[in-house]
């Protein structure tokens, strides 16, 4: 079993949708999560961090819920700029991640 | 402020032979981690320096694999003696800390191919 689990897609949304992605991780011990984006095989780069009050950022909101060991990522009004691949990060200790293999958003006009 | 720099971007070698990935890390930062990425894979982590020190390196395969993180001079990831299987895209992160809570910058990696 993979250490974070999320589903790959993909979501073919049309614009203005509200989508959402889950992501699931095994490791009681995980103590940092992550969304990252990725587009088109190059650099990830940092989303948002994710807490368990959940937190917003935008039109970006990321909840976890540790007693489940779930993470989740909702994107409300949908760009084509949101295009990319979503990979849920987690952490347990200093910054060696761990990431899920990632879920792809196509968004269309 | 230059962001965490790689070199090559793209590097061909023929099976049997050596391969030399350069990182650079962000200004002011001393951790530096090497991930990959396999063709429609996520990023898995390799290892984890500190100046002149190899603090994890649990994601290495154990042979033709090296790295290293001089007190000058960029990281080195050493893949000796490639084989097709060795193809993916390699990138580098570097942090100020350790806190896990510290986001990581990653460079624009390397994609190594293996014919």
């Known amino acids: 079993r993979k250490e974070v689990e999320q589903d790959p897609g993909p979501f073919n949304v049309p614009e203005g949708a509200t989508v959402a992605f889950n992501c699931t991780y095994s490791?009681?011990?995980?103590?940092?999560f992550f969304w990252y984006r990725q587009d088109c095989r190059k650099e990830p780069k940092l989303l948002m961090s994710?807490?368990?009050s959940g937190n917003e950022d935008g039109r970006f909101t990321a909840q976890l819920n540790r007693a489940s060991q779930y993470i989740s990522l909702l994107i409300r009004d949908s760009k084509l700029s949101d295009s990319a691949t979503y990979l849920c990060?987690?952490?347990?200790?200093?910054?060696?991640?761990?990431f899920g293999a990632g879920t792809i958003l196509r968004v269309k006009s | 402020n230059a962001g965490v720099m790689q070199n090559p971007r793209h590097l061909v070698r023929r099976r049997g032979q050596e391969a030399r990935l350069r990182c650079s890390p962000m200004?002011?930062?001393?951790?530096v981690y090497w991930y990959r990425q396999l063709p429609e894979e996520g990023l898995k982590f390799m290892v984890y320096l500190q100046k002149e020190n190899i603090i994890d390196e649990s994601g290495m395969p154990k042979e033709r694999f090296s790295a290293e993180f001089p007190k000058e001079g960029p990281s080195i990831l050493r893949i000796q003696q490639v084989v097709r299987g060795d193809s993916a895209a390699y990138f580098c992160a570097s942090s100020p800390t350790t806190a896990s809570n510290s986001p990581l910058h990653f460079g624009n990696g390397t994609r190594l191919t293996v014919t």
């Open positions: 990060v987690v952490s347990r200790y200093g910054n060696k991640l761990v």
């Open positions: 200004k002011g930062h001393s951790h």
């Open positions: 490791n009681s011990a995980s103590q940092s």
């Open positions: 994710v807490y368990s």
